[in-house]
């Protein structure tokens, strides 16, 4: 009897099974959004693509089996569940398409969704309303990266399952306050609405709240912080960048013992650090850079706490710089503070720091030894401070130094020839550091964005991203009091791409070795005493754009050669004791010595003087009007010839 129930079971499931597809209002309404996402496609030229985007889309077939459609799996009924219907714009003729919110007003009557992705969509309109209040499964709701404006509806704040809600990169430009009041999102963990235009306050009813990720960076928000914020242990991730925030940190910032990361700058926070931060064990993440905080002692980084990153620059600290910082912190950034004094820091048990960046602050006190034991550094920026004292050569045991930036500090002595052993400039690391560092807990992901470095790169300030930092190479040694001459030892550092030892006391000759520094695309050599002739290794150099070799003691032939010719920007050879070439117009004596007939290259020269088209003194051009008639010179070439020919050097 039991056998025979259990075979009739079997049967009937047999049965029933092809009919266990989804319902036909859900299909007709997927069928409806396919028809409007047509329909707003305007040109007729792409037909197959269109087709090829839903093909499986037709109302033949289980809505089941469709592509970007996932159906619930419970026996009995399958409904329509989970729709990804992202990054369609991509697939679509763009010129052509103009998606608008109405094309969601289809999918509103599919009642079971609990997972909706409509982002990269360029959808424009305002959200409708209504349609929301249908969805009241939802559990994930992506509407990221549309063009969707107006507010944000209160609809959205009944959804009672919804734990993650997307709706960053749009154009929202208020939350309604009386959501407080009304808000079911009781489940919610992840709430982003960065890249938004909203105005006001920080949502009180939102601190109050248990949210895991609160993304709010780039919008227009202002006011100080809730300090209930911080009493949620739930809060894993804050990001508030780039808004208008004032005011100091709630002093119970300590008691978000879960956070992560803590990313508040670029706003107008103002005041201590509170000393709770410490208290931050899980703490990966600090960025308080480019605010008004100030204080002349930081609180203490090095024994609770274990960021990996702390970037603090930009702000307005003060005092010695004594905190000590945690042993896994990999980059940390003062820059741009009114820090003074010694660094008395205990940096020596740093043991992963990548990048020492503290520039443009009052930095004073011998150039600090222990920064050679830490042996991970791959950027050190001590640019603009007051470090006296000499280059110790213990600094060549930084292998893996690929930036090194001591310009403009008191800086005396020799360079230090050991600089060729920096093998992090012979051959820069394949391993990028990467400029985001990735968050996941077991239900989502974010990622935070370093700061990019701010450097002297060819002649100004630039910001350079982590991502390339495998590419940078840089030396920088301006503006110090270095003497003795340039070693010939840097040859070795191929990777270089920047060097500069500007305005500094050096003298003796210009080591040819550095026609070996292959990468070199700037070289700044200006204001000190170095003399003799610009050596010709130098038209080695393919990828030199900047060479400043004014204010010092130069003389003779400035070499040409492809590169070299395109240099020719006077200020950068001015002020020195008899140079002459084509770049700067000035005739050499040996091009029209009588006694001596020039060779046949210094004749292509002189083509290629006209070819960049110099009109150099009225005189000289007489001068050698005559030597020409005097037969001195062999009559010149079609430029035609001459012009093919350079170009097959090159
Ligand atoms: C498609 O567009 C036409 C004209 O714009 C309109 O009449 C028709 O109802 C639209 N169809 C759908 C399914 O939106
Ligand atoms: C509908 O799609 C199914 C695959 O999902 C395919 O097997 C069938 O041939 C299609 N029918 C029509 C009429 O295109
Ligand atoms: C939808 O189906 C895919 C593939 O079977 C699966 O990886 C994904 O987890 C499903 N999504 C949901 C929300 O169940
Ligand atoms: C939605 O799709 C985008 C891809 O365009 C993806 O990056 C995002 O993670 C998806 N959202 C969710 C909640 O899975
Ligand atoms: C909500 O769903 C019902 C069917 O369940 C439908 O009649 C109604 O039009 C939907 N509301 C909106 C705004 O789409
Ligand atoms: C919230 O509700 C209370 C009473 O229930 C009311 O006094 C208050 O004004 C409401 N606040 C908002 C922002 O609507
Ligand atoms: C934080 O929580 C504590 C203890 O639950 C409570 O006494 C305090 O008032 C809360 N502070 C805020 C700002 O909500
Ligand atoms: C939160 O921080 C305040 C001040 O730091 C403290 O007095 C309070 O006990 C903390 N509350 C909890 C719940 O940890
Ligand atoms: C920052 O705050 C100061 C006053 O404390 C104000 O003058 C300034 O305009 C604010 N800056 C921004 C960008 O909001
Ligand atoms: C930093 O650490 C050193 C030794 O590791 C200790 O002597 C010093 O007091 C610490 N500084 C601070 C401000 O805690
Ligand atoms: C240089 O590095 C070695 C180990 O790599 C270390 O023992 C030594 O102390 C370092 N020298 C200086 C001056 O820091
Ligand atoms: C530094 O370079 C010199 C030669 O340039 C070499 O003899 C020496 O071993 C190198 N030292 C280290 C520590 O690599």
Redesign the pocket.
């Known amino acids: 009897m039991a056998k025979l129930s259990l075979l009739l079971l079997l049967e009937l499931l047999i049965f029933f099974t092809p009919s266990l597809s989804c319902p036909e209002y859900q299909k007709q309404a997927l069928l409806n959004f396919k028809a409007s996402l047509i329909n707003s496609t305007t040109t007729t030229s792409t037909e197959g693509q269109r087709v090829l985007l839903f093909e499986s889309w037709n109302s033949s077939s289980d809505c089941c089996n469709w592509e970007r459609v996932n159906c619930s799996s419970s026996l009995g009924s399958r409904t329509v569940i989970a729709l990804y219907l992202n990054d369609l714009v991509d697939q679509l003729p763009r010129e052509h398409t103009v998606l608008t919110s109405n094309i969601l007003t289809p999918l509103f009557h599919i009642r079971s969704l609990t997972h909706l992705n409509v982002s990269k969509n360029k959808i424009q309109g305002e959200l409708p309303s209504d349609g929301f209040a249908n969805l009241t499964e939802l559990i994930s709701l992506d509407l990221g990266s549309n063009d969707f404006f107006g507010f944000i509806p209160s609809q959205l704040f009944q959804l009672r399952y919804l734990q993650y809600l997307d709706m960053s990169s749009n154009n929202f430009h208020d939350i309604p306050k009386e959501i407080g009041n009304m808000t079911e999102l009781r489940h919610l963990q992840f709430l982003d609405l960065s890249k938004n235009h909203l105005e006001g306050m920080f949502p009180q009813w939102l601190a109050e709240m248990e949210v895991g990720f609160i993304i709010l960076s780039g919008n227009k928000l202002t006011g100080s912080l809730p300090p209930s914020l911080f009493n949620s242990t739930y809060l894993n991730i804050l990001s508030l960048s780039q808004n208008k925030f004032y005011g100091q940190l709630p002093s119970n910032i300590g008691n978000a013992t879960y956070l992560m990361s803590l990313m508040l700058n670029d706003n107008n926070f103002s005041g201590k650090i509170p000393e709770s931060i410490s208290n931050l064990r899980t703490l990966t993440l600090l960025d308080l850079s480019k605010n008004k905080f100030s204080g002349n002692s930081l609180p ?1 980084f ?1 024994s609770n706490i274990w960021p990996q990153i702390i970037d603090l620059s930009s702000n307005e600290f003060s005092g010695e710089i ?3 910082f945690s042993i896994l912190t990999r980059v940390l950034s003062l820059g741009k503070n009114k820090f003074s004094g010694i660094m ?3 940096l020596n ?1 740093m043991r992963q720091l990548e990048c020492l960046d503290i520039h443009d602050n009052k930095i004073t006190g011998e150039f600090p030894d222990f920064i050679c034991q830490i042996s991970t550094l791959r950027i050190l920026n001590l640019r603009n401070n007051s470090f006296q004292g000499s280059i110790h050569d213990c600094i060549s045991n930084l292998t893996s130094l690929q930036i090194l930036d001591l310009s403009n500090n008191r800086l005396v002595g020799k360079i230090p020839a050991k600089f060729g052993n920096f093998t992090g400039m012979i051959k820069t690391s394949n391993e990028s550091v990467g400029d985001v560092i990735g968050f996941m807990t077991t239900s989502f992901s974010f990622q935070g964005k370093i700061n990019d470095l701010i450097l002297n790169w060819k002649k100004s300030t630039q910001g350079l991203s982590w991502k390339n930092l495998n590419i940078y190479s840089l030396l920088d040694l301006s503006m110090n009091q270095l003497s003795g001459e340039i070693p010939t030892t840097l040859d070795s550092l191929k990777a270089l791409k920047t060097f500069n030892v500007s305005h500094n006391n050096l003298y003796g000759r210009i080591p040819a070795s550095l026609g070996d520094l292959l990468n070199l695309e700037s070289l700044d050599l200006s204001h000190n005493n170095l003399s003799g002739s610009i050596p010709q290794e130098l038209a080695k150099l393919q990828q030199l754009s900047i060479l400043d070799v004014s204010n010092n003691k130069l003389a003779g032939r400035i070499p040409g050669g492809s590169q070299m010719d395109t240099m020719n920007d006077p200020n950068f050879y001015a002020n020195n004791s008899g140079l002459c070439g084509m770049q700067i117009r000035v005739p050499c004596p040996e091009d029209f010595s009588p006694t001596k007939p020039p060779k046949v290259e210094s004749k292509e020269r002189w083509f290629s003087w006209e070819g960049v088209g110099i009109g150099y003194a009225v005189s000289f051009i007489i001068t050698v009007g005559i030597l020409y008639l005097a037969k001195y010179f062999v009559p010149a070439k079609p430029p035609n010839y001459h012009r093919q020919r350079r170009r097959r050097r090159i």
Do not use: F
């Open positions: 203490d090095s004594s905190t000590n008395s820091t205990n048990n």
